[in-house]
């Protein structure tokens, strides 16, 4: 599951949503009413901070964190307010016991997971005594332990050594982060990773050293060795070890006390206690994992159980599903039709040998499948009995997969359903659709007959397992015939409807946001380009669209505020690009005039150097200002350094540092990589004429092909770790967007050697997402503007594909077209993930003369072959 997702879930079934909202519970009283004399409360998302009278907290020192359980939380919360309002000690908590179940689900932010209080002690004395005076009033207390602290005693009290102000440094990676500083004043990050870290230059408070000392004396030993970690959730890791008495491989399925809530509470040690009964029940089942052991180590559980060999159906399908890459023939289409059934037909009499045991699996869908080749035959394994229950209670599903899921089916039946939806999942997974609206299931169905040969009885043997479609319960439904965005129609005629669905979604009334988006706008601030207003209004207004004043107004008041980022699609510089579009050049320079480049070292589109020197270019052309140019010139000279350098600069840091998941890959890509400083470097040049802006932008495209695969199907496609990246943000579609600019200057052999293989990324039969920057649209909008000159396999048949492959995810919002967000769990409106991206793009495809982004060309200008510019040493020679 993408990070956040889930918690960000919780408060809207159509669109992601800021926890805070999701109100299952009362706040707890102190978050308003009346407070003692001088104290001042304040929030900030799901805090509550509470400041005495003139209190002068230091900058950053030792933090305690209480945690607690829901059961708790309210008592804890009035207990230690009680203490620290006595004592003017400056502290924060969460606004109610909803939110500390929210922010403790399974796939919740581990770092933050268990914190319901923050106290903030002004000096090592203050420390000790609140360490001492709380611990004799809730020490002992149940609560998830906090992996980022050290605990103090038996809980709930945690400390850490970290940040009270938010300030900011720039990682290695480029990433803006929140910072501590070094005792000569040099900031660096606030190291927040689940364990507890010291930084080199701190000691230990005396309080501390008895927990220190039992926190490396647990005496717990495991009779395995670890030899890979799997998966991490809130729950705790899965592993593949092996046993150190005779090396056989299992795996070993942690479980943290109190810790990982699922939506019915129950917490990882109950779920794990339950997938160890219900494996019991099942042992000699062949494809279900054998128990092993049940090990206690520490306050942590254990499950040892088989290694289930292969992989899991997902990633099987992302090797041999037939529509991914360009150019799939009718043999390739009827031999994946043929195993995919018999898979199928495996993974369905696997179920039907777990309801003879009398249990139901409960939580079906392909990345708990298991997929092996045994003598050239695939064999099927189940793997994740959390939810499993016996057929006997009869009783409904509590949690599971998107699209998989039936509210209203009790026992076996609830695994019947899923596997009726996988059957459809195998051959078009766009089955999360269905959980946003139910009624797409028969179109999905009607596409994926026309996509593959299959059986007769394909349909009707889906749609009488699943039953009766119940009537929309929310705003989102799936389109009827009738409408253009159905397969068939006419995109052309979809276009204001799109827009229409748009402006339907606006809640001027909020502060935080005024367009839903993707969950990042929570994050980065609802006026940002990429997720929040600035990108959708630069997007109607773009495609020809009426803007309400009201909307226009709020994006004002939206930039007066107080802003940590700057680049172009997650802060200031994006803002105040649209801002200057719509006639608002004076809030547009106030807004700049509080931005330093000279503070960010991120080098991108997105967030970096790249996007703001693009900007600052524009503006000093738009306005023949200096200042501006003088900016951009300066940014221009930062990047050239980073370029020649050498160094990763986040774009191509190896997998698993910083944080980064293992296998990540790279960032390659428009917005994301080299080719966004490229693209920067070419708008120089092209405004002074200087070639060797031009022939650093060249460089800088090289690095980006530097980080590029060969693909199954021989297109050149950016190593994305485990899987390789075709797409706009991240990926060949953005690489080529600038190598097809860069040619029509200068006719670089390798960048116009690596092109057409760049392109052929770009017309793939199936994409998982619609949107812009990760999906078809963004595909779609870069091969329809594309040069006919850099490649013979680009044609007006593969646009007219995007075109009618976008008719598998549009839905109705209220009426109008709309398109779901990343994932395609809940719709987005944004520009980086929703409909103002899939607007822009739909309209430079159709239309042409429409840049789908700020700064790309708005022509269609194709180029011939060897129309190329020339360029040596200083001289510019137009050809």
């Known amino acids: ?186 900031l660096v990050p606030d190291d927040r990773r689940p364990v507890f870290t010291t930084p080199d230059w701190v000691t230990m408070p005396r309080v501390l050293n008895e927990s220190v000392a039992a926190r490396g004396a647990t005496g717990a030993t495991l009779d395995y060795k670890i030899v890979e970690a799997m998966h991490f959730s809130n729950g705790g890791g899965v592993y593949k070890a092996t046993r150190n008495s005779d090396g056989l491989e299992v795996v070993l399925k942690e479980a943290r006390p109190y810790a990982g809530l699922a939506a019915d509470d129950t917490d990882a040690i109950v779920r794990l206690d339950n997938e ?34 292969g992989t899991n159906l997902q990633h099987w399908f992302g090797q041999h599903y037939p529509l991914i890459g360009l150019g799939s023939t009718p ?66 599903q509590r949690f599971g997969h998107a699209g998989f899921t039936s509210r209203d089916k009790t026992g076996a039946d609830i695994d019947l359903h899923a596997l009726a939806v996988l059957k459809l999942w195998l051959f078009l997974p766009l089955t999360s659709l269905v959980g946003l609206a139910p009624g797409k299931l028969a179109e999905l169905i009607e596409i994926a007959t026309g996509l593959f040969e299959l059986p007769a009885d394909f349909a009707t043997s889906i749609l009488d397992v699943v039953g009766e479609v119940p009537a929309p319960t929310t705003t989102v439904s799936a389109l009827p015939r009738t409408s253009p965005a159905r397969a068939g129609g006419d995109w052309s005629e979809a276009l204001p ?114 996007g703001a020197g693009l900007n600052l270019l524009h503006l000093a052309d738009r306005h023949d200002e200096a200042a501006h140019r003088k900016r951009a010139l300066a940014i221009a000279e930062r990047l050239g350094a980073a370029i020649t350098s050498g160094e990763p600069h986040g774009v191509d840091k190896p997998a698993g540092e910083l944080g980064r998941a293992r296998q990540a890959g790279t960032l390659a890509g428009l917005l994301r990589g080299w080719s966004g400083p490229a693209l920067f470097l070419l708008r120089l040049y092209q405004s002074t004429q200087d070639s060797q802006w031009l022939e650093l932008a060249v460089r800088a495209a090289h690095r980006d092909l530097d980080l590029c695969v060969d693909a199954h199907d021989d297109s050149l496609q950016v190593d994305g770790g485990y899987r390789t990246l075709p797409y706009l943000s991240v990926g060949s579609a953005g690489i080529a967007l600038v190598a097809d600019e860069l040619v029509r200057e200068i006719a670089d052999e390798r960048l116009l050697t690596a092109l057409p293989r760049l392109v052929q990324a770009c017309q793939s039969e199936f994409v998982i997402d619609s949107n812009l920057f990760h999906g078809r649209a963004g595909l779609m909008a870069v091969i329809a503007g594309l040069s006919r000159g850099a490649s013979e396999i680009i044609s007006d048949r593969r646009v007219r594909e995007h075109l009618n492959g976008m008719h598998h995810y549009a839905l109705a919002y209220n009426g109008h077209v709309s398109f779901p967000g990343d994932g395609c769990s809940r719709l987005s409106m944004d520009v980086a993930t929703g409909n103002a991206g899939v607007l822009v793009a739909l309209t430079s495809a159709l239309r042409g003369g429409t840049a789908f982004l700020p700064f790309l060309s708005g022509t269609d200008h194709r180029a011939q072959p060897g129309n190329a510019h020339q360029t040596s040493g200083n001289n510019h020679q137009e050809g």
């Open 331 to 396: 043999e390739q289409r009827r031999e994946y039709v043929a195993r995919a059934l018999r898979v199928l037909d495996q993974v369905t009499e696997l179920v039907a040998a777990v309801h003879e045991r009398g249990m139901v699996f409960a939580d079906l869908h392909p990345a708990n499948i298991m997929i092996s080749e045994q003598d050239g035959q695939d064999v099927i394994g189940l793997v994740d009995f959390e939810a499993a229950f016996p057929i006997a209670e009869n009783r409904n």
């Open 497 to 610: 409807s799109i827009a229409a669905a748009i402006t339907a979604s606006a809640t001027p009334d909020r502060a935080d946001r005024l367009f839903p988006g993707d969950l990042e706008q929570f994050r980065s601030g609802g006026g940002t380009f990429a997720h929040g207003a600035a990108g959708v209004l630069w997007a109607l207004h773009s495609t020809g669209s009426d803007l309400d004043p009201e909307h226009e107004r709020w994006l004002l008041a939206d930039a007066a505020k107080p802003r940590e980022k700057i680049g172009f699609h997650d802060g200031a510089h994006g803002i105040a690009h649209v801002l200057d579009l719509l006639g608002h050049p004076g809030a547009a320079a106030d807004l700049l005039a509080g931005t330093d480049e000279t503070q960010i070292s991120d080098v991108s589109l997105h967030s970096g150097l790249a």
């Open 1 to 186: 599951m993408k990070p956040l997702v889930e918690l960000y879930s919780l408060a809207d079934r159509v669109f992601f949503e800021d926890p805070v909202r999701w109100q299952t519970e009362t706040a707890f009283p102190l978050t308003e009413g009346e407070l003692p004399q001088g104290w001042r409360r304040s929030g900030r998302g799901e805090w509550v901070m509470l400041r005495p009278p003139a209190d002068q907290l230091p900058a950053q020192g030792w933090k305690i964190h209480v945690s607690a359980t829901p059961e708790t939380a309210a008592e804890i919360v009035a207990l230690v307010s009680e203490y620290c309002l006595d004592r003017w000690i400056p502290f924060k908590f969460l606004r109610s016991t909803a939110l500390l179940r929210a922010f403790n689900l399974k796939y919740a932010p581990r770092a933050a997971s268990g914190k319901l209080i923050t106290i903030y002690p002004r000096d090592e004395v203050e420390l000790a005594d609140t360490l001492v005076a709380l611990d004799r009033r809730i020490g002992g207390r149940p609560g998830p332990y906090i992996l980022t602290d050290l605990r103090y005693h038996q809980g709930p009290l945690y400390v850490r050594y970290g940040g009270f102000d938010a300030r900011y440094c720039t990682a290695p990676d480029g990433e803006r982060v929140l910072a501590i500083a070094r005792p000569d004043g040099t």
């Open 276 to 309: 160890a009964a219900a494996l019991r029940a099942l042992d000699g089942v062949p494809g279900v994992p054998r128990v092993h052991d049940v090990v206690q180590v520490w306050e942590h559980r254990f499950l040892v159980m088989d290694l289930v060999p």
